[in-house]
């Protein structure tokens, strides 16, 4: 909440904020997600109003500093905080690295390249998410890492101990990776930005959903005199009802037949078959059983010895993995996704998918869908080096 001090901000505008970002990072989650290849959990932030002298982020340090500059739509200053520990698992995470903490870790050019570039992803899609929120282009320079060791945050965001800004915390779990928390600094201007368009919009909406003013009431008709001749009315034919079929009768001697009850058309216009007492019966219907393709049972011809030996292999658990296409891009290329980036394959529409266990091709076929999840059904064997030596065998 903001004191005496910070004047700038109402609690209204510090609510704004946090509901703004807490949208926005929740997009930024969804990025990162996909980059690390685990799930990944931002939590509602904490808002505070501070001056740079006061900022306290020592349960951070050592950290790092990323700066981000808004250069399309809105202008301010936004200074990512973490933990330099937390950095270093994330890229062990994109990297495939054992997830451990180095002591000897050193953010040299080609880690702070790749902080950059997943800062670049969450930052991306968070000012994707404000560009769909406030309905205008937003845009944000490259995201510039700086370890908060060599120089102070005064000198990183160029503000002096006086300035207001806007401190926002976070908690930020990786699944499988670490639960730790991280720190969003707005420079004022922003900050302030952020909430009057937030305000601004809400503040439409509810004008929008605001019920329209009920109609001013017609004025009363003058009272008639009774000596005044009545009005005649106008008389409107009532619509007439669809004749019901008459009841059968009964034989002599016989049971009364099962009267059917027609079915009925919209009222005033009787359905086209009441006149025969039932539906037509039904055209007859040609059901025939699936015909599913049989595929031909394998028989390799290995011998019996290998066939022992092979039992003992039948345990070991393979990975599977199913590969819809490939592409070539160049470095340059790939570092310039953003989401949303379309990726075009080598394969068309419609052809089989491979079937790779352990990096080996072994097989293709269709993709369907089996209880709301993606299944391959196998439509080819491809014979691999390993079944033709044991062939030769």
Known sequence: MANDENIEFSSYEIDAVGEILNISMGSAATAVSELLNAKVWITTPTVNVVKVGDLNYDNLEPAICVKIVYVEGITGLNMMV????????????????????????????????AVSEVMNQMMGASATALSDLLGMTVDISVPMPYIIESASFGDLCEMDADATVVAVTFNLTVDGVMESEFMSVMSLPLAKTLSGKMIEKFSADEEEEAPAAAPAPAPAA?????????????????????????????PMGGEMPMYQMPPQGGYGYPNQYAAYGAYPPPPPVNVQNA????????????PTD????????????????VEIGTAKRKVKDILEFTQGTIIELERQAGAPVDIVVNGNLIAR????VIDDNFAVRITEIVKSKFIESLDKG
Request: no cysteine; proline share 12%; charged share 15%.
């Open 82 to 113: 973490l933990k330099q520990n937390d950095v270093q698992l994330i890229l062990n995470q994109l990297l495939g690295n054992p997830l451990v903490i180095d002591p000897d870790f050193q953010f040299d050019e080609l880690n702070i390249s």
């Open 222 to 250: 003058a009272p008639t005199t009774a000596a005044a001749a009545p009005q005649p009315q106008m008389q409107q034919p009532m619509p007439q009802m669809p004749q019901m079929p008459q009841m059968p009768q009964a």
């Open 291 to 302: 015909q599913l393709h049989q595929f031909d049972a394998m028989d390799f011809g290995i």
């Open 306 to 321: 290998q066939k022992d030996n092979l039992k003992l292999l039948m345990g070991v658990p393979l990975e599977i993995s």
């Open 365 to 368: 076929g269709d993709v369907v």
